[in-house]
């Protein structure tokens, strides 16, 4: 068990050769895993909003956005990889909650913009500029389209809802 999930191996040699170095190998692994599944022909595109390392949030602790303050840089020694993304994170304990329900804390519409996606596209986020929606970290373009999402929330969350599978099959990898 590894961030939570079993990991399996095929042979010894895989196995050795995976335990040299957990971490590091556990985020080759998720960076590789679009990429199998499309080479291998089976469904499952990805949508989201990464800087060139693979790093979510822009290295923001994720938690940090939950406390009801300005989001707090997280430390690369503490990270975790869920669903293809790296988060980083200010604390260890950070770290641990996280794992224990990282679709809780990871951002809603692959870190793209709530109010973008209600209107069936994908737009960039300032990082400072986001709600917690029923839950869910939706994060925004600008202080104007947090307005407008805010302006109806239930509704727009439910237009985002519907139209980001759309927009993960039209613009995902």
């Known amino acids: 068990m590894l961030e939570g999930r079993l990991v399996l191996q095929h042979n010894k040699k895989a196995y050795d050769l ?3 170095d ?23 595109k990805m949508l989201l909003n990464l800087d060139g390392k693979g790093v979510a949030l822009g290295g ?13 840089k997280g430390d690369p020694s503490h990270m975790a990889t869920y669903n293809g993304a790296i988060y980083h994170f200010a604390t260890e304990e950070n770290r641990a ?3 224990q329900e990282p679709a809780r804390y990871a951002p809603a519409f692959g870190g793209y913009c709530g ?5 069936n596209k994908v737009v960039d986020v300032q990082l400072d500029v986001y709600g917690i929606v029923d839950g ?8 104007k389209t947090l307005e407008l999402f805010d302006k109806d929330q239930k509704a727009s ?7 980001w ?9």
Do not use: I, M
């Open 115 to 119: 109010y973008g996606a209600s209107l």
């Open 97 to 99: 909650t996280f794992e």
């Open 157 to 163: 969350l439910a237009k985002a809802d519907a139209n």
């Open 165 to 173: 599978p759309g927009l993960v099959e039209k613009n995902g990898k």
């Open 60 to 72: 923001n602790d994720p938690l940090s956005y939950f406390a009801g303050a300005k989001p707090v």
């Open 18 to 20: 995976w335990n040299q």
């Open 136 to 143: 869910r970290l939706v994060l925004q373009h600008s202080r």
């Open 22 to 44: 957990l971490a590091g190998n556990l985020v080759k692994a998720d960076r590789n895993w679009p990429g199998l599944v499309e080479k291998n022909g089976v469904s499952g």
